[in-house]
């Protein structure tokens, strides 16, 4: 007989044991020649070699399971002790196509729009992928879905989630606190689908061991990032020399989301918006992609959808009475 410990990684251990530890009464029924105690999150059985083993890889499974869609049934999880692949388990749907992640609780984060299902393909295809549209689009948010998925799959080690700290109309000085909680309400959107995506505890662990990173853009200097899922949201408020320090910080086993708002630009007047520059020298690149998203996008309340189309009208308008009184 020997004892070992079954650490149960990547997962919590409510989801894992279930309320009142019933999942644990299941497990426990399913290998009644083993003796197994739940000591917080690892498993100590006792047993002999090939019973462990084969406990060992069950609860691999398991675990898996737990950890791409993020909750279990209790016949999914008899299913998976009896040895059964997930393709067999008459109780999970086959995952649509549209379908990015699985959240917390079952929650599917999905492509929602045509241009969003583009975003999920050039990205699948590109190390580097540009999504221009306007705000309530699903740029962001997507973005974050695929970095997610990427990590969950074991693509990459980490995600780093990053912005430029450009005022909108308010000056940073003017806000109380120190550095980092002047910082945090511009990275908060990112936060926010976060949230969405992954299980608080985890989000909290991965957030201390850096596994996910969310910083300011100008944070990202002399680094090289690599082995990474790099989404540089905001990017219309980057200047030149900033988007061109980005995209040569990437390294050769990353990929990279670069999001914008070409008609949000928060820039002093004096400054140029480098996404402007970067969507036009680098168009042509092999391995970069650009994905342009539109108003038919918005997965917001419907009347955003009418009021992108107002200000786009009224820029239109403008734009041409600048070009007919320019002269010449």
Request: some cysteine; hydrophobic content about 40%; charged content about 25%.
């Given at each position: 007989?020997?004892?070992?410990?079954?650490?149960?990684?990547?997962?919590r251990?409510?989801?894992?044991?279930?309320?009142?530890?019933?999942?644990?009464?299941?497990?426990?029924?399913?290998?009644?020649y083993?003796?197994?105690?739940?000591?917080?999150?690892?498993?100590?059985?006792?047993?002999?070699?090939?019973?462990?083993?084969?406990?060992?890889?069950?609860?691999?499974?398991?675990?898996?399971?737990?950890?791409?869609?993020?909750?279990?049934?209790?016949?999914?999880?008899?299913?998976?002790?009896?040895?059964l692949?997930?393709?067999d388990?008459?109780?999970?749907?086959?995952?649509?196509?549209?379908?990015?992640?699985?959240?917390?609780?079952?929650y599917?984060?999905?492509?929602?729009?045509?241009?969003?299902?583009?975003m999920?393909?050039?990205?699948e295809?590109?190390?580097?992928?540009?999504?221009?549209g306007?705000?309530?689009?699903?740029?962001?948010?997507?973005?974050?879905?695929?970095?997610?998925?990427?990590l969950?799959?074991?693509?990459?080690?980490?995600?780093?989630?990053t912005r430029?700290?450009?005022?909108?109309?308010?000056?940073?000085?003017?806000?109380?606190?120190?550095?980092?909680?002047?910082?945090?309400?511009?990275?908060?959107?990112?936060?926010?689908?976060?949230?969405?995506?992954?299980?608080?505890?985890?989000?909290?662990?991965?957030?201390?061991?850096?596994?996910?990173?969310?910083?300011?853009l100008?944070?990202?200097?002399?680094?090289?990032?690599?082995?990474?899922?790099?989404?540089?949201?905001?990017?219309?408020?980057?200047?030149?020399?900033?988007?061109?320090?980005?995209?040569?910080?990437i390294?050769?086993?990353?990929?990279?989301i670069?999001?914008?708002?070409?008609?949000?630009v928060?820039?002093?007047?004096?400054?140029?918006?480098?996404?402007?520059?970067?969507?036009?020298?680098?168009?042509?690149?092999?391995?970069?992609?650009?994905?342009?998203?539109?108003?038919?996008?918005?997965?917001?309340?419907?009347l955003?959808?009418r009021?992108?189309?107002?200000?786009?009208?009224?820029?239109?308008?403008?734009?041409?009475?600048?070009?007919h009184?320019?002269?010449?």
């Amino acid at each position: 007989m020997i004892e070992v410990s079954i650490p149960l990684e990547g997962v919590r251990a409510i989801d894992f044991y279930g309320v009142h530890n019933a999942r644990l009464g299941i497990i426990k029924k399913s290998f009644p020649y083993l003796n197994i105690a739940a000591r917080g999150n690892a498993l100590t059985v006792r047993g002999i070699q090939h019973d462990i083993d084969d406990f060992r890889d069950k609860i691999g499974n398991v675990l898996h399971h737990l950890e791409k869609y993020g909750h279990i049934s209790d016949s999914n999880l008899q299913s998976l002790l009896l040895g059964l692949e997930n393709k067999d388990l008459a109780d999970i749907p086959a995952a649509p196509e549209d379908v990015i992640v699985h959240g917390p609780n079952g929650y599917l984060i999905k492509a929602r729009t045509p241009n969003q299902k583009v975003m999920v393909a050039v990205a699948e295809e590109n190390d580097i992928m540009f999504a221009i549209g306007p705000a309530g689009t699903g740029k962001t948010y997507t973005a974050v879905a695929l970095a997610v998925r990427a990590l969950k799959e074991k693509k990459v080690k980490r995600i780093i989630l990053t912005r430029p700290a450009v005022e909108a109309g308010e000056n940073l000085g003017f806000l109380p606190g120190d550095l980092k909680e002047k910082i945090d309400p511009y990275l908060r959107p990112l936060y926010d689908a976060l949230d969405d995506m992954i299980p608080m505890e985890k989000l909290q662990l991965y957030m201390t061991n850096r596994v996910i990173e969310i910083a300011p853009l100008a944070f990202m200097r002399g680094r090289t990032l690599d082995n990474a899922f790099i989404i540089l949201d905001e990017a219309q408020n980057a200047t030149d020399a900033q988007l061109k320090m980005f995209l040569t910080r990437i390294g050769p086993s990353a990929k990279c989301i670069i999001t914008g708002d070409l008609t949000q630009v928060d820039l002093p007047r004096n400054m140029k918006s480098g996404l402007y520059t970067g969507l036009r020298i680098l168009k042509d690149i092999e391995g970069i992609g650009i994905v342009f998203l539109d108003e038919k996008d918005v997965v917001r309340h419907k009347l955003v959808k009418r009021i992108i189309k107002a200000y786009d009208k009224d820029r239109q308008v403008h734009d041409a009475g600048n070009d007919h009184s320019g002269g010449n």
